[in-house]
């Protein structure tokens, strides 16, 4: 690991600041396969290949990770959350010590949230006006206070690279007249969000929202990508509504996004949610879900999920996947980390975490890989047949 | 980190399992400096450089640790628990995975402790006899025994290199008549536990008890030494005493041990404990505290010990210790670590971790070099006039 004390520049030596900014935002498309695309995306922290998918580091750190492990493993982008660094420990006190890069010690391309999500999930005693949502902190019940600009101001503020558009997310259901009336307002924060994003080293995305219903969908992406931005997302969904409707509407609105910039899937998913959106379109994904369940025990395989507390891997010597290459499965029995998980080591959430991670990041490459020489449909049909649970 | 699936095998590559297994319990002393020794004792998984802090792995992991972490911060020996491995996930387990090195991938020295001070000090409705103790599990109340001859068979079970006789492990304080009749028993069971080691590859460590009081400590020093061991331990210190008495004891007893046999400390102890330790003749030590207290945000530094949840550290950019050289000092913050730390991250106790157990190895590190080239009385000062916190 760190026997070279250097080690930590080493390992972000593929991520330069580009010397010419006029780089930033740039989007190459290589190749595509149907709908699916493997592209470039240049950012102030180096180029990112998609498709990709991006490790959740809500606060300042992708769980029991270190920068050195992510990159090892595979790892190209981290997501940093506005709600959670805007609470603890400040924008203010992040900026002051360097920028979120610095802070954490990550080197490559940091895209942060919004806020948005997390203020109409987890905070109390939500105040939204047109202004912006007055709410209270769920962690000691301080008031406070998120809009398009204060968004805007603590995303310039961490120096994120990727900085995302305040939105409303709307709960589901909701009723047809309810996603009219947030879609409305959620355009008009885009705009003001990008009146108030004046840092020109940072990506500005807009995000698609419109429910479940296709046309609602569309309705909002000719909205949204009515405003000239770098890349667009696709919010509001993975958000509790049946699995099939969402594959469904991703595969309907996908292709119609702008076809010259990167489209980024929010939240989503599994790993057969993100190849049937790589099918159709998508360039960009994050999930807490490989790293939150490698810490309860649920391990992502090519043969499928497993849970690492069952007795049956009691005095199991193989590891967790017998087609893994990563440190965990190099190293380490089934045996014992059911071991490690049963006595709840931190040992434990790390080796799991690391093979999960690895296990999405290489499912990542080898998509990227099968897109660039033409064997997509066979790598697509390979995963479908391995990761759909239902025959 | 582990860039190379060989990674691990590099890591140990100087612990060689001796294919002349008659090396095995050699002690050599190579420089003496008055009572302090610098010395290496050779066990079936390579050589020990001594004086030595052994890293507690008390369930076949060192707490938030991999192998390859602890070997590149300076660590030379893990301590497995028998009470522990026995209890989960239990000794023939661990046998038909290969033993405890196999198991959680550790290809250094290991030694375990017996399971009585976890006995006397962890479990329920003991009841002790002349065969042995039995003891309900601190886990799930399960009745379980522990006798000197289970617990050799526990330790050979497990592979060990160093194996601890088993013994009483009085509470404190006790009378002269319990401690008296407790001594006469540890010998009792040192010679059965001697007779029922028979794993030539493991060396048996007996253990001199006999309380606070100087004479009752040489009498058991003169009971268990006439026994022909391997290597002699200090028991039942470090158990609530004052700490000036354990120290003032250790400087008288420490010396009349066996000069040819290794002299092992156990459960101790402070940075300041384990210098002045040395300076009495002690070879071998094993805490909790390093990595204990690492995840309770307590840090070890050559200015003495700090707590990283101190508001003082909100900004600051400096590294927990600027005399330091480890992964966490090199690349992290203390506004970070106390982030980490406030926000209940993994990652904050994995670092900390790392420079807790860092500062003990450098500080045997330096100890042996002091030792070696003469220098030991000023370094010893030196750390004296740092680690002491009355003037």
New interface residues.
């Given amino acids: ?3 070279n ?1 250097e ?2 520049k080493e390992s972000f030596q593929n991520f330069h600041i580009p010397e010419d900014k006029s780089i930033i935002g740039k989007f190459n498309v290589h190749q595509k396969s149907g709908n699916a695309r493997r592209a470039t995306l240049w950012t102030n922290h180096g180029p990112i290949e998609t498709p990709v998918f991006m490790a959740v580091g809500t ?3 992708v ?4 920068p ?2 992510l990159i ?1 493993n595979g790892c190209q982008v981290v997501l940093g959350n506005t709600y959670h660094l805007h609470l ?2 400040g924008e203010k ?1 992040i900026k ?3 920028g979120l890069h610095e ?3 990550w080197h490559g391309p940091i895209l942060t949230d919004s806020g948005g999500f997390q203020v109409f999930s987890l905070s109390q005693l939500r105040n939204l006006s047109e202004k912006g949502v007055e709410f209270r902190s769920h962690i000691d019940g301080q008031k406070c206070f998120l809009s398009p600009e204060t968004s805007m101001q603590i995303q310039m503020d961490l120096g994120s690279d990727i900085i995302m558009a305040f939105d409303e997310c709307l709960k589901y259901p909701a009723t047809p007249e309810e996603v009219k009336e947030s879609m409305a307002l959620t355009l008009r924060w885009l705009k003001r969000s990008k009146d108030a994003m004046t840092r020109k080293e940072s990506l500005l995305f807009g995000i698609v929202q419109g429910g479940l219903d296709i046309n609602m969908r569309k309705e909002s992406l000719e909205q949204i990508t009515s405003v000239d931005l770098p890349g667009y997302a696709l919010g509001g969904l993975s958000v509790g509504e049946p699995i099939e409707l969402m594959h469904e509407l991703v595969a309907q609105v996908a292709p119609l996004m702008p076809v010259d910039k990167p489209r980024y899937l929010m939240g989503v998913g599994t790993p057969l949610d993100l190849i049937l959106s790589i099918d159709s379109g998508i360039d960009m994904f994050d999930c807490v879900m490989p790293t939150r369940v490698a810490r309860n025990g649920t391990i992502f395989t090519w043969q499928g999920k497993l849970s690492i507390k069952r007795a049956e891997f ?2 199991d ?1 193989t590891p967790l996947d017998p087609e893994c ?1 990563c ?1 965990t499965c ?4 089934k ?2 980390l ?3 998980f ?2 709840g ?3 434990g ?2 080796l799991n975490t690391i093979h999960n991670l690895h296990f999405y990041f290489q499912l990542m490459k080898k998509s990227r890989e099968s897109i660039a020489n033409g064997t997509w449909p066979e790598f697509r049909d390979y995963c479908l047949a391995r990761f759909t649970t239902k025959t």
Same sequence: chains 1, 2.
């Fill in positions: 690991m760190y026997n004390q080690y930590n606060k300042a750190t769980k029991a990770m270190t050195e492990e090892e603890r420990p006190l002051n010590l360097g802070f954490m010690n009691k005095e010597k290459s440190y190099k190293n380490y029995s045996a014992y059911r071991h490690l049963m006595t080591e931190i040992l959430s790390r």
